[in-house]
């Protein structure tokens, strides 16, 4: 039975570690396209840019939040909770702010009209 259980941790924990990477990718992937797509629409003088660059922004941060959550399954110390548990916050934060900003751009575009 010792055996099997240790073939169980090891598969968790490399499934959990290939799914949080996976997650982080896409979430860097997304930000960085919500970048260059912002990029380009404040060239070409688009009035939503701010408004389509949060919503990218958001959309990649949840992803990577994903990963932290997932992070979490994995961890053994204390102080590897404390860490994880301080970036999930920050995410968090960072998150909740960006989708405030949404919502006043939103508002302001529904104003404006």
């Known amino acids: 039975?010792?055996?099997?259980?240790k073939y169980l941790e090891d598969f968790l924990y490399a499934s959990v570690g290939l799914a949080?990477?996976?997650?982080?990718l896409v979430g860097v992937?997304?930000?960085?396209?919500?970048?260059?797509k912002?990029?380009?629409?404040?060239v070409k003088r688009?009035?939503?840019?701010?408004?389509?660059?949060?919503?990218?922004m958001a959309l990649g941060l949840e992803f990577k939040l994903g990963s932290?959550?997932?992070?979490?399954?994995?961890?053994?110390?204390?102080t590897e909770v404390a860490l994880v548990a301080a970036i999930i916050a920050v995410r968090?934060?960072?998150?909740f702010l960006i989708h405030w900003e949404i919502k006043n751009e939103g508002g302001e575009k529904k104003?404006?009209?």
């Not at 992937?29 to 260059?36: L, P």
């Not at 932290?68 to 204390?78: C, D, K, M």
């Open 29 to 36: 992937f997304i930000i960085i396209v919500a970048g260059v």
């Open 92 to 95: 968090a934060a960072l998150t």
């Open 1 to 5: 039975m010792q055996i099997m259980e």
């Open 111 to 113: 104003a404006g009209q």
């Open 68 to 78: 932290e959550i997932l992070r979490t399954v994995v961890v053994r110390e204390l």
């Open 20 to 24: 949080i990477h996976g997650f982080e």
């Open 38 to 42: 912002g990029l380009v629409n404040y």
């Open 46 to 56: 688009e009035p939503d840019v701010r408004l389509q660059l949060a919503e990218g």
